[in-house]
């Protein structure tokens, strides 16, 4: 199973749109939100291009493949905007290939997991920054920030049959 894993839009249009062709280009069979998607937050920039309604029309259009979950920045009025569920604090998704914990870092964070079997990947985003390390047995990845990275790279991920990647947006 393939699937696109992308964190912390925030409402970039620009950025929103980047990860729209990326998603067009790989064709997975799912794609993973990991929260903070419309709203920018009190403590972040504005973004590029920043459209909220546009980017939930955007990513309306994917919504029978998207499992998403809520991050700091979400609040029921983005539920609202939105033709899928994202306000559960994680998901599991699981391919026969392994489970992967999907949350976005701010209530299960990977320096205090909940407790996961061993082989079990931990995707979070919360941070803005690309991470991929294994501790304990779990697997411990963040596709870093789709729209306001730390690193200044744009970014997400790729679980293709178990292996991820992290690529940049460009």
């Not at 991929?132 to 049959?161: C, M, Q, Y």
Request: net charge negative.
């Amino acid at each position: 199973m393939k699937i696109i894993i992308a964190s912390d839009i925030h409402g970039s249009a620009t950025w929103c749109k980047k990860l729209v062709g990326a998603i067009e280009t790989e064709q997975p069979d799912r794609i993973i939100l990991l929260g903070d998607l419309l709203y920018h937050g009190p403590r972040n920039p504005l973004p590029d291009d920043y459209a909220p309604a546009e980017v939930a029309g955007m990513l309306n259009a994917l919504a029978e493949r998207i499992t998403a979950v809520r991050g700091n920045c979400d609040a029921e009025v983005d539920q609202m905007m939105l033709d899928f569920p994202c306000m559960a604090d994680y998901a599991l998704v699981a391919d026969g290939e392994g489970a992967l914990f999907c949350t976005h870092g701010h209530v299960h964070t990977p320096e205090q997991p909940p407790r996961l079997a061993p082989g079990t990947t931990f995707l979070s985003g919360h941070t803005h920054v690309k991470t991929d390390e294994r501790r304990d047995g779990i697997r411990f990845v963040n596709p870093g920030s789709v729209s306001l990275p730390k690193d200044g790279t744009h970014s997400f991920a790729i679980w293709n049959d178990g292996a991820i990647e992290l690529r940049e947006l460009r």
